[in-house]
C-alpha cells in the first residue's frame, strides 16, 4: 500500500505497515497539539498605564495632547454635550425644546472621552477630569429608564432618512450602535483610570438593551421582534470587548461574536454606493468574507474585531477570512505609508493595486483601523509581521493627521499635493478623525510590550521603561533609544530574582529587503547588517516569527543592544500599480519621506531622481531649526527643471508626517525616476487660480479676486488679506461664481469664511450650485459630508456624483438679519 503526504508542496512516499501508521498518526496529533497550544497562548499587551514613554515622538505628543489637542477638541465637542443636555431636560420635562438632529456627532465627543480618561490615567489632570464628570452626569441624564440612548429619536425629531422613523428601524446608517460602541469604550478607560464607574454603569445599561432588542425581543422597539441586524457602521464589537475585558461578563463577548455571526447574514441591503452589499462589509458571512471591500473605517474595525475575538476565545472561527483579508490589503491595497481606502465617496478600498498618490483618500481614521487590526492579529498569531504594518501605518499615516501644533488636522492624507492643497484644518463638520488621534496617542504605550506571563516580547520601540510580572517574579525593563531616528537601542533588564524567561525582540520588515510585508514593494537594494549583544558581547541570534529570541538566567544589570543600521533607502512598487510606474520613494528605518515644496524652492514635481545615485548620495542630518526642529532631514541628488533646461540639483525630504505644519506648499512622495515626469512649476505671483470670479454684490473696500488668489488665511478674522463681503447689504442672501475656464471634474470645494464679529459674520447657511445644460442646479454631497460654517477652517465638501461643469457658485444666506457674508478663499480640487 502507497501513501502520499503533501506538505509545502513536497511528496513523501511512504509504505505503511500498522507500526509506521501508528507513528505517523503520532507525528501528526503531536504537531496538530504543538500549533494548537501556540494558537490558544494568550498573549497581551502590557496595559499602557503601565509603561512611562520617554521618547522623541510619543512623550511630545502625549505634552501636546494634554495642553493643546484635548482642550481644543473638548471644546469643539460643545455642540454634542448640548445637544446632550437638551436631550436630557426633554426627558426630565416630558417635553420641551429639541435639539438639532445628528446622526454622530456623539460619537466624536465619546472618544475625545476616551483620550482624555485614557490622558488622566497616565497624566492625572484635575480639570479635564473634572469636565469629563458633569459631562457624564449630563450623559446618564439623557439615557432612557430602558437604556436607549439616541437624541434625535428620543427627542422624537429624527431626519427620517438618515435615521429611520423610529429606532433601529435604519441601522444600516443610523449610527445608533456605532455611537455607543465609543462610548463603552470611554466608560472602560474612564473606570480604569478613575475607579467611577457612572458611565460605565450606563455603557452596561445600554448593552443589556441591545441584547434583548436585537438578540431576545422588547415589546416596545421593532414590534417585539428581534432585530437582528448588524450596523451599517462597526465598531459596537470592539466597544463590547473592552466592556467584556474589563468586566469578565461572557454576554458582552458573545454579543460582540454574535454581531459578527449576523453580518451579511440575516440582512444584506442590494443598493449601491453607500448602500451596496460591500460598502459596510455586509456582501458576505463575516467568516467567508476573502478580500478587502468598502468604508475602510468600517472594514478595519470589523476585522480587529474578529481577530479579537479568534485570539481571546482561542478559536479559529475567522482565521481563514483574516489570514485571506490580510494578504490581500497587504500585497495589493495599501499605500507605503500604510494608509488605506484610495477611493473617495465610499473612503475605502477600491480594486486590487488602484493606489493613485495625489487622488487618493486615506482616511487618518482607516489608519487608525490597520493599527487596531494588526495589533489584534499579533494577539491572535504572536507574529512580528502585524507590528511591522502597525508601526509603518501608525509612524507615517496615523502621525500625519494631526499637525505638530496638536490643534490642526487631516481627514484625508495625500501623497502628492500641489500648491493650493487646502492645509490642516482646525476641526471638521465630520469629525472622526481628530477625536480618534486624541484616544489613539494615549494608547501608543500599551502597544510597546506583551507579554504571556512566562515571556516578553518587545513589539514597539521606543525610550521608555515598565514592569512585568512573570510567574510572582517582577521584571523591570528599561527601553533606551532615539527611534525611529535612530536604530540603536538598548534595554536593561532588572529581574526582582534571578530567573529565566524568554526575551522577544523584534526585528522590522524594514531592517531587511523591504519597508514592509506584502508584495507591493521592495528596496532597491536589501538592508543587512543588524546585531544583538548581551552584557556587551555579540551574540548568535535566533528568529522566530519575526523576533529575536534569547533565552538565559536573567539577573539584576543585564543589559541588551540591538543594532538596526537605518541607512536611506529607495523604494520601489509592484508593476500592476501603475501610478508609481517609473517613480520611487525614500525611507530611513520605519519613516516614509517626502519632498516639500517649502524646502525646494517650488512646486517639488520639477525633479527627478536617479535612483542608484540618489541611494549612493543621501545624506541625513538632523534639522535644528524651526518647526521641525529634531526631526531628520534627507537631501539627495537630483535633477531640476527650469524653464526647458535640466540641471544638477539638491531635493530635500522631511518625514512624510511632518508635511504641511508650516505654510502652504507642494507635496510629492513617489518621485519620478525620468525626464518626461518632471513638470514645470505652475505657480507664478500673477497668476490666479480660476479664471474668473463674480458676485451678486461687492464692498467697494473689498475685491472678488480675493477669492481667485493664492493665499493663506490666518484665522477667519485676518485682514492682512483681500476679502471678499457682501457688505452692507445685510439679512441678504448672495451668491459667488466662479469660472473654471473649461469644464474640469469637481473632486471637492472648500470655503474659507471670512469673519469679524461684527457686520460680517459666518453665514447661517449655504450651498453649491453648478451650471448644467439646463441651468443651475444645487449640487448633492457625501452623505458624511454636511455645509458647515466652522471659523478658521476650509468648510468642505464633496460632491456625491461625478460632477462636470465649468462654473460652481457658492449661495449663502446671512447668519442674522443684521449680518452679512464674506469669504478669504476659495479651494476647488479637480481632475
Not at 27 to 47: D, F, G, N, W, Y
Not at 737 to 757: A, F, M
Not at 781 to 796: F, G, K, M, Q
Amino acid at each position: 500500500m502507497e501513501f502520499c503526504y503533501r506538505k509545502d508542496c513536497v511528496v513523501f512516499n511512504c509504505n505503511l505497515t500498522v507500526k509506521n501508521l501508528f507513528m505517523l498518526t503520532v507525528l501528526l496529533l503531536s504537531a496538530h497539539t504543538i500549533a494548537a497550544a501556540e494558537q490558544s497562548r494568550t498573549v497581551k499587551m502590557v496595559p499602557f498605564h503601565q509603561v512611562t514613554m520617554d521618547d522623541t515622538i510619543w512623550r511630545p505628543r502625549i505634552k501636546l495632547l494634554v495642553n493643546e489637542t484635548l482642550p481644543h477638541a473638548f471644546k469643539q465637542t460643545e455642540v454634542a454635550q448640548k445637544r446632550l443636555r437638551m436631550c436630557a431636560e426633554y426627558l426630565e420635562n416630558n417635553g420641551g425644546p429639541k435639539p438639532a438632529s445628528h446622526r454622530f456627532n456623539t460619537s466624536d465627543l465619546y472618544k475625545v472621552m476616551e483620550g482624555g480618561a485614557l490622558m488622566i490615567q497616565s497624566e492625572p489632570n484635575p480639570g479635564i477630569e473634572s469636565l469629563m464628570d458633569r459631562i457624564i452626569d449630563v450623559i446618564a441624564r439623557a439615557q432612557k429608564d430602558d437604556g436607549y440612548l439616541y437624541i434625535s429619536h428620543i427627542c422624537g425629531n429624527p431626519r427620517v432618512n438618515e435615521m429611520g422613523t423610529r429606532p433601529y428601524s435604519y441601522v444600516i446608517h443610523s449610527h445608533e450602535l456605532y455611537n455607543m460602541g465609543h462610548l463603552y469604550e470611554a466608560a472602560v478607560a474612564y473606570a480604569q483610570a478613575t475607579g467611577k464607574t457612572k458611565l460605565l454603569d450606563v455603557a452596561e445599561k445600554h448593552a443589556r438593551h441591545v441584547n434583548k432588542v436585537f438578540f431576545e425581543g422588547d415589546s416596545d422597539y421593532n414590534d417585539g421582534k428581534p432585530v437582528n441586524q448588524a450596523p451599517g457602521h462597526q465598531e459596537i464589537e470592539l466597544g463590547l470587548m473592552k466592556l467584556y475585558n474589563y468586566t469578565g461578563k461572557a454576554l458582552y463577548r458573545d454579543m460582540a461574536k454574535r454581531f459578527l455571526d449576523i453580518r451579511g447574514v440575516s440582512f444584506i441591503p442590494d443598493g449601491r454606493g453607500t448602500n451596496s452589499p460591500t460598502y459596510a462589509q455586509q456582501h458576505a458571512p463575516a467568516a467567508e468574507q476573502t478580500e478587502a471591500v468598502g468604508h475602510a473605517v468600517r472594514a478595519t474595525y470589523q476585522y480587529a474585531a474578529m481577530a479579537e475575538i479568534d485570539s481571546l476565545m482561542g478559536t479559529t472561527d475567522f482565521t481563514r477570512a483574516l489570514d485571506s483579508i490580510w494578504h490581500n490589503i497587504v500585497d495589493t491595497k495599501m499605500h507605503i505609508t500604510g494608509g488605506l481606502g484610495a477611493v473617495h465617496g465610499i473612503e475605502g478600498f477600491g480594486p486590487s493595486y488602484e493606489l493613485p498618490n495625489k487622488h487618493t483618500y486615506l482616511e487618518t481614521c482607516a489608519a487608525v483601523g490597520n493599527v487596531f487590526f494588526n495589533m489584534r492579529m499579533f494577539l491572535k498569531y504572536h507574529d512580528a509581521k502585524y507590528v511591522d504594518v502597525a508601526e509603518i501605518a501608525l509612524l507615517n499615516n496615523c502621525l500625519s493627521g494631526v499637525g505638530l501644533d496638536g490643534r490642526s488636522f487631516f481627514y484625508p492624507n495625500p501623497l502628492e499635493a500641489d500648491y493650493n492643497h487646502r492645509p490642516r484644518s482646525g476641526w471638521f463638520g465630520t469629525a472622526c478623525c481628530p477625536s480618534n488621534i486624541a484616544r489613539l496617542i494615549p494608547q501608543v504605550s500599551g502597544y510597546m510590550y506583551a507579554t504571556d506571563g512566562s515571556q516578553i516580547y518587545c513589539t514597539l520601540y521606543g525610550g521608555s521603561q515598565t514592569s512585568i510580572d512573570l510567574g510572582g517574579t517582577k521584571i523591570d525593563v528599561k527601553q533606551t533609544t532615539d527611534y525611529p531616528y535612530s536604530g540603536e537601542i538598548g534595554f536593561n533588564i532588572n529581574p526582582a530574582k534571578t530567573k529565566r524567561f524568554k526575551l522577544y525582540l523584534r526585528i522590522p520588515t524594514w531592517a531587511s529587503d523591504q519597508l514592509v510585508p506584502g508584495k507591493l514593494y521592495a528596496y532597491s537594494q536589501p538592508s543587512f547588517g543588524w546585531t544583538l549583544k548581551v552584557n556587551g558581547k555579540t551574540v548568535e541570534p535566533t528568529v522566530e516569527k519575526g523576533f529575536t529570541v534569547i533565552e538565559r538566567q536573567w539577573k539584576r544589570g543585564d543589559t541588551v543592544s540591538l543594532h538596526l543600521p537605518m541607512p536611506v533607502k529607495v523604494n520601489t512598487c509592484i508593476e500592476q500599480v501603475e501610478a508609481n510606474h517609473d517613480r520611487v520613494a525614500f525611507s530611513r528605518g520605519p519613516l516614509v519621506y517626502c519632498a516639500e515644496g517649502i524646502d525646494n524652492g517650488g512646486a517639488v514635481q520639477r525633479f527627478y531622481v536617479n535612483p542608484t545615485a540618489a541611494q549612493a548620495g543621501a545624506e541625513a542630518q538632523m534639522i535644528d531649526s524651526g518647526a521641525l526642529t529634531g526631526l531628520t532631514q534627507v537631501a539627495i541628488p537630483a535633477k531640476e527643471l527650469s524653464g526647458r533646461k535640466y540641471s544638477d540639483s539638491t531635493l530635500k525630504l522631511i518625514p512624510y508626517f511632518a508635511w504641511s505644519n508650516r505654510d502652504r506648499s507642494s507635496m510629492m512622495t513617489w518621485i519620478g525616476t525620468k525626464e518626461e515626469l518632471a513638470k514645470p512649476d505652475p505657480r507664478d505671483p500673477s497668476n490666479m487660480k480660476f479664471t474668473s470670479v463674480t458676485a451678486s454684490h461687492t464692498f467697494d473696500g473689498d475685491t472678488t479676486d480675493a477669492v481667485r488668489m493664492d493665499q493663506s488665511p490666518k484665522s477667519s478674522a485676518d485682514t492682512s488679506i483681500p476679502r471678499w463681503t457682501s457688505w452692507p447689504q445685510k439679512g441678504k442672501s448672495q451668491w459667488v461664481e466662479i469660472g473654471l475656464g473649461k469644464v474640469k471634474q469637481i473632486r471637492n470645494v472648500g470655503v474659507y469664511w471670512y469673519n469679524d464679529n461684527g457686520g460680517v459674520q459666518l453665514p447661517g447657511s449655504w450651498h453649491l450650485e453648478a451650471l448644467t445644460t439646463v441651468g443651475w442646479k444645487e449640487v448633492a454631497i457625501y452623505n458624511t459630508d454636511e455645509y458647515s460654517t466652522l471659523a478658521d477652517d476650509y468648510n468642505t465638501v464633496h460632491p456625491a456624483q461625478t460632477l462636470k461643469t465649468d462654473k460652481i457658485r457658492i449661495v449663502m444666506k446671512p447668519r442674522h438679519d443684521n449680518t452679512c457674508v464674506g469669504i478669504l478663499s476659495v479651494d476647488i480640487e479637480t481632475e
